[in-house]
């Protein structure tokens, strides 16, 4: 989903189901992924009350700034962001997940139990739990365009306890972290807000590589296999451009939809990503020293598990959108301007495709002439 900070768009193939019933049981996923989850930094109850306070102020103070500097939305309101700890980014996580999953489950569903074959519902939602508990160490905040209010659509979340541990590890100014983290996910929820059709296209775009998807889990397997070996047994992601190893197991018809899916993603991270430091000091006094330092530990690798996990889960591709979305997103504004380049939230048809990712000039050239 948008604005995962360090989780990004993940893949997690669950084989499995009972009859008549979705592959995965999202109530055992919030079970194991509140077991997992990590215990947060130490904080006082003052401190952790200046920490919720902060946020729900910057989230909207944050989105004001970002309508300035993008020009987008001003006539919207400002919604307010959910503050969670661990255990809460799971559960709303989880609640996301199986709306936005829900295609895809029912298609494995109708598969699996024909083939008879799979694990039961309860070890799938377990096994989702595992990746949820993993991640809920990580993100710092996300805009989940499906979840929350069926008549008002959309909610943003920021983890409280992994926002103060980063802000700790980096040793930078707690208040302008903070903001700085809700400059970025207050331009996601700007995005969707301001172009409202996009939640409809994210969900069609899930709902037709669903569609797409193989449910004979033999021939996912394999696909998985040969995807690794063509890596030469490498996770360390995409490398030259090469195809990922999520993508080698998908089917042709599958990877168009991919492409399309990845195009969307790697724009609107790479969006974000551009105006949280085109704000600028004004706004945030520190914002240099923020981006040196966040941008380093992004780089980092802890080890190998973790660094094993973040590929299995994707989080390797997650990194490159944010760098090749900041790359044309800065290209097109330097070459048109920001009203210009707004004009890639008219339609389906003024995103770019994934080539164009890679030669702004090109998207330039096709949707303003």
């Known amino acids: 989903m948008p604005g995962a900070s360090a989780a990004g768009c993940s893949t997690v193939a669950v084989v499995g189901a009972q009859t008549g019933e979705a592959p995965i049981d999202w109530a055992a996923a919030v079970r194991a992924g509140q077991r997992l989850a990590p215990t947060g930094p130490a904080v006082t109850a003052a401190q952790a009350a200046d920490v919720v306070a902060d946020l729900r102020m910057f989230s909207a103070s944050a989105e004001l700034a970002v309508r300035k500097t ?12 959910e503050i969670v700890d661990r255990r809460g980014w799971v559960k709303a996580t989880a609640e996301g997940m199986a709306v936005l999953a829900e295609p895809l ?20 939602g377990s096994q989702v739990g595992v990746v949820l508990g993993f991640l ?27 926002i103060v541990k980063v802000e700790r590890e980096l040793g930078v100014d707690p208040v302008d972290f903070r903001l700085w983290v809700c400059l970025h996910e207050s331009t996601h929820r700007l995005q969707f807000s301001a172009a409202p059709w996009m939640r409809g296209h994210f969900q069609g775009l899930v709902a037709e590589f669903a569609d797409k998807a193989d449910t004979d889990p033999a021939e996912m397997l394999r696909r998985a296999v040969d995807a690794v070996r063509a890596r030469g ?35 609107l991270e790479g969006h974000a990503d551009f105006v949280m430091d085109a704000v600028g000091p004004e706004v945030v006094p520190s914002v240099g020293a923020i981006r040196a330092s966040f941008t380093e530990r992004r780089r980092r690798s802890k080890g190998p598990i973790d660094r094993l996990l973040r590929s299995l889960l ?21 070459q048109v301007g920001m009203a210009a380049f707004n004009t890639i939230w ?24």
């Open 70 to 81: 993008t020009g987008l939305g001003h006539d919207l309101p400002v919604d307010d962001a």
């Open 105 to 124: 489950t029912a298609r494995l569903a109708t598969g699996l139990s024909r083939s008879g074959r799979g694990l039961t519902r309860s070890a799938a």
């Open 136 to 162: 809920s160490g990580k993100v710092l905040g996300q805009y989940d365009p499906i979840g929350g209010d069926p008549d008002r659509p959309g909610r943003l979340l920021l983890v409280a306890p992994n």
């Open 233 to 267: 047994g490498s996770f360390d992601g995409p490398a030259n451009d090469r195809p990922s190893w999520i993508e080698g197991m998908q089917s042709p018809e599958q990877r168009a939809v991919f492409d399309q899916l990845m195009a969307f993603m790697t724009v």
């Open 314 to 334: 994707g989080m390797d591709m997650k990194l490159a959108q944010y760098v090749k979305g900041g790359a044309f997103v800065g290209a097109v504004v330097d």
């Open 346 to 369: 008219t339609s389906p048809q003024t995103l770019p495709t994934r080539p164009e990712i890679s030669d702004p000039s090109a998207w330039v050239r096709r949707v303003l002439g």
